[in-house]
């Protein structure tokens, strides 16, 4: 849109008519003007809430109807949604897993199903949330489906210094479980996501999502670094 009225780098906006700008692109749109032209005008989070669901969710390269390869995919998935759960301090009571096809797809049937598994105690721990995931991906499977697209989602988001104690597992097990997760982010945020990986969310997925035209890592990526001729 944008670019169709003749906006094309951040100078152009910022060069452009506040009344357009308010008329096309809104309050929001209008605060970024005025941003580029050194009004602040979008207030700094420094405290930002605690998210009450995180979800993780890809559509597929190409549909997928081996149940390995789902697997696959949700354990993926859940890595992802444990990181950014521990990132705000926080665990997880309720694992929520989801599987649908292509809706448009004229060739296959359209399935979409989800499963909810409730946890004995809320954890922030991968293993035991894939475990999860994993128990109500096996509910909602179907063979013979084409999926287009799989996810999961964690609720009953609570700070981590409200867990309630369980008979059933000792504290020296958890204070082993969040020193073992401690050491997988820190060695992932300083080397590279899936620098370490759970070997259950595969080595060369073949679901994974395109990637094609993604946006270079400059700040990254040592091998996707401009370079200065």
Known sequence: ?????????????KSASPSWVKTHLHIPGLRTHRELNGIPSIALEDNQEPRKG????RSFKKTVTDYDQLTEAVSSYMNRAAEKLRSQGSVAGTVHVFLKTNRFSGRFPYYSNTATVPLPQATDFTPDLSKAALAGLRTIYVDGY???KAGVMLTEIRSKKEIQGNLFMQDRDLTKNRRLSQIVDEVNKKSGRDTIAYAVNGMNPAWAMRQEHKSPRYTTSWDELPVAK
């Open 1 to 13: 849109f944008l670019n169709k009225n003749g906006i094309e780098t951040a100078y152009d906006l």
């Open 54 to 57: 995180i979800l993780s969710s």
């Open 146 to 148: 084409a999926f287009q």
